[in-house]
């Protein structure tokens, strides 16, 4: 019985020092979530009007001459970026990525990468050590970008993607991530990235015309790789504040399940002393009647 009991005590020993460390964890990434929660808002507005724009041009001009960024041919050739986190420890927001750029190459590009043509540029360690382990076709120059988390080191990584692009050495160019809803809730999205995407025009829809200063051709020539470099910018904001949230979540939940393991246990470790006081009363009762008799 004392052995039970030992037992039972290192149990809730163990369960209270994770504990402690669960609560700890999700303090740390709760402040970290507010600093990357505070940069994707104020990056996405900024964002998300410069690509609008840049596809509303693409879309507007009557052929894909002086944008070779907005080329269209067939995806022979394929370059995925997922971006993942470099630690785990935030529920299933790092295997949620993997699955989903899977699922691409599965419905998607199944042939090319058949072929051999389908390559990963991985962006976080988890999403790195994925694919190598998997044997898939790597561009692993960039997988450490959140060591050091800056627009210029980013900025590598998308000059990289539009090299290639332009090189013909990718026809297509699509990134996977999770755009930042709130701590609990973070959206899987795979979203094209090169050639740039045009808006689709719906019957009726009004035309938006722009005015160039100088000439269109070197204006764009030199504003396009920028805007590409900040939706790549824009997309690991997104990702650097999902995980942090799913990592602030997961550790919420598994204070709460370590909460609700103490009870259990310490109502275990209860009966179990009450049945050991019992036998131990029992005893002494029945030796002393023993010796009377």
């Keep these: 019985m004392s052995g039970q009991l030992k037992e039972v005590r290192n149990r809730i020993k163990s369960v209270t ?13 709760a402040a970290k979530l507010r600093r990357a929660q505070d940069s994707i808002i104020q990056m996405r507005p900024y964002a998300r009007k410069l690509q609008d724009m840049l596809s509303n041009i693409v879309s507007g001009s009557s052929s894909d001459g002086g944008m070779p960024l907005a080329e269209e041919r067939p995806a022979e050739r394929v370059l995925l970026i997922p971006i993942t986190s470099d630690r785990g420890l935030c529920g299933g927001y790092n295997s949620y990525v993997i699955k989903l750029t899977r699922e691409v190459i599965r419905t998607r590009y199944e042939s090319q990468h058949a072929k051999g043509n389908v390559t990963i540029l991985p962006i976080g360690k988890k999403a790195y050590e994925y694919f190598l382990r998997n044997n898939y076709k790597l561009a692993d120059a960039f997988w450490n970008i959140f060591s050091d988390l800056t627009f210029d080191n980013v900025r590598r990584a998308a000059v990289f993607a539009q090299q290639g692009f332009l090189n013909k050495e990718y026809d297509r160019v699509e990134i996977i991530y999770s755009q930042f809803k709130n701590a609990a809730t973070q959206i899987f999205v795979a979203e094209p990235y090169l050639p740039i995407p045009k808006v689709e025009k719906k019957p009726g829809a009004k035309t938006i015309d722009f005015m160039f200063e100088p000439a269109m051709e070197p204006l764009l020539r030199e504003m396009m790789p920028k805007i590409l470099n900040t939706q790549v910018f824009k997309a690991v904001l997104d990702a650097n504040a999902s995980e942090h949230g799913a ?47």
């Design 17 to 29: 020092s994770t504990q402690q460390i669960t609560k700890a964890m999700k303090m740390v990434s």
């Design 247 to 293: 990592r602030m979540t997961a550790m919420d939940k598994a204070s709460d399940n370590a909460n609700e393991m103490l009870k259990t246990l310490k109502i275990s470790y209860n009966r179990a002393r009450q049945a050991a006081i019992t036998t131990e009363l029992t005893e002494i009762v029945s030796g002393a009647a023993a010796l009377q008799g």
